[in-house]
């Protein structure tokens, strides 16, 4: 960010949350006791568990339940040089949304994108080793996260929910 020539127009906050696996627990903190008030953010892009499986595909999880998929896709069009494709929950039944650190800001009103390609035959166990990661998918996919925070850090709009979505995650209905 220091290095575009003109900053965003929106203030950004990048952060590492621990306590995923046991309940959400530093994400939730945060969401109950964010550096700004919790209304002025406008979006949150979490990725988690990127660097595996298609080399040139990721999964964005929650492009349905707001603009930021159509935002998503424009920017990621904008930029074929990442040659990663953005493609859609492909396990809603896992319900995947409600599992990770992005939950607890979309609950408190914050349309999200969950960036995460699933699981493998060695999650969460002994063979799950840093040296399986490919890392130059993680850095094209950090590069699109990139892209589509300065997108929405300079949009004259919050990104919008949609309706339904909103009364389901945000007000429980």
């Given amino acids: 960010m220091a290095a575009l020539p003109v900053a965003p127009k929106r203030s950004m906050v990048f952060l590492l949350i621990s306590g995923e696996e046991k309940g959400l627990w530093g994400s939730e903190w945060y969401a109950e006791n964010p550096s700004a008030p919790i209304e002025q953010y ?10 595996r499986n298609w080399p040139d595909t ?26 990663m494709t953005a493609i859609d929950d492909l396990w809603p039944d896992e319900r995947f949304y409600f599992r990770s650190d992005h939950y607890n800001f979309a609950r408190n009103g914050v349309p999200i994108l969950f960036f995460f390609n699933g699981t493998h035959e060695d999650y969460h166990g002994r063979d799950d080793e840093p040296d399986r990661i ?22 004259l709009n919050r990104p919008e929910w949609n309706p339904e979505s909103y009364r389901e995650i945000v007000l429980g209905r």
């Fill in 42 to 51: 406008v979006a949150n892009f979490n990725a988690d568990m990127v660097g």
């Fill in 134 to 155: 490919d890392h130059d998918k993680a850095a094209r996919i950090a590069k699109l996260m990139f892209y589509l925070g300065v997108d929405v850090g300079n949009a």
């Fill in 58 to 83: 990721i999964v964005a999880i929650g492009k349905e339940h707001s603009d930021l998929g159509e935002t998503l896709n424009r920017v990621n069009s904008e930029h074929p040089e990442i040659g």
